[in-house]
T-cell receptor, first 112, second 117 residues
Framework: GENVEQHPSTLSVQEGDSAVIKCTYS??????FPWYKQELGKRPQLIID?????GEKKDQRIAVTLNKTAKHFSLHITETQPEDSAVYFC???????????FGTGTQLKVEL | SAVISQKPSRDICQRGTSLTIQCQVD?????MFWYRQQPGQSLTLIAT?????????ESGFVIDKFPISRPNLTFSTLTVSNMSPEDSSIYLC??????????????FGPGTRLTVL
């Protein structure tokens, strides 16, 4: 089955700096890669996703890149703000299925 | 995206008892899923709730322990049976295929925080 690895497990940045979180996946048939943000005590919320037919997608300060050859994808947050502090999860879905396999999560802390 | 609610939001239960968690969606959805999130951990899929048929369970989860119902396209229940302290966790339902969203996008309910004493 699919295996998703996520790094780093914790990330601390200064406000205004950029943050990058990286994930690798094992199943070359995976074709959908969402990112979720989970604040303490809240539900995971979808912040951006990318499908295997594109290499990059951007939404304001958030972008995701996908390298199908290397089987890795990354979340980029620019101009970080304190409200970006949360746990971020990447996930991957194998082609033909509905199951999402999640990474282990990254605790992002944006310091003033 | 769909509005998803779960009941109860939290509960404290005695070992050996069972708890049924409800997930209600405000619109018809194609797929419904149940996840477990242990404290400080990632999300683990328990099963896919299939409308009108038996749920599809992931490795390590069995129907006798986590019976699931899905009587229609907007509602599902997960029961945690014969509970032990190891079942203390957050249980989340998620849905896919709701109106207003991409067909393969999953949205999560608010979760049920279960503590077993």
């Amino acid at each position: 089955g699919e295996n998703v690895e996520q790094h780093p497990s914790t990330l601390s940045v200064q406000e205004g700096d950029s943050a990058v979180i990286k994930c690798t996946y094992s199943d070359s048939a995976s074709n959908y890669f969402p990112w979720y943000k989970q604040e303490l005590g809240k539900r995971p919320q979808l912040i951006i996703d990318i499908r295997s037919n594109v290499g990059e997608k951007k939404d304001q300060r958030i972008a995701v890149t996908l390298n199908k050859t290397a089987k890795h994808f990354s979340l980029h947050i620019t101009e970080t703000q304190p409200e970006d502090s949360a746990v971020y999860f990447c996930a991957a879905r194998a082609g033909g299925g509905n199951k999402l396999t999640f990474g282990t999560g990254t605790q992002l802390k944006v310091e003033l | 995206s769909a509005v998803i609610s779960q009941k109860p939001s939290r509960d404290i239960c005695q070992r050996g008892t069972s708890l049924t968690i409800q997930c209600q969606v405000d619109s018809q959805v194609t797929m419904m899923f149940w996840y477990r999130q242990q404290p400080g951990q990632s999300l683990t899929l328990i099963a896919t709730a299939n409308q009108g048929s038996e749920a599809t369970y992931e490795s390590g989860f069995v129907i006798d322990k986590f019976p699931i119902s899905r009587p229609n396209l907007t509602f599902s229940t997960l029961t945690v049976s014969n509970m032990s302290p190891e079942d203390s966790s957050i249980y989340l339902c998620s849905v896919e295929g709701s109106s207003g969203g991409a067909a393969d996008t999953q949205y999560f309910g608010p979760g049920t925080r279960l503590t077993v004493l």
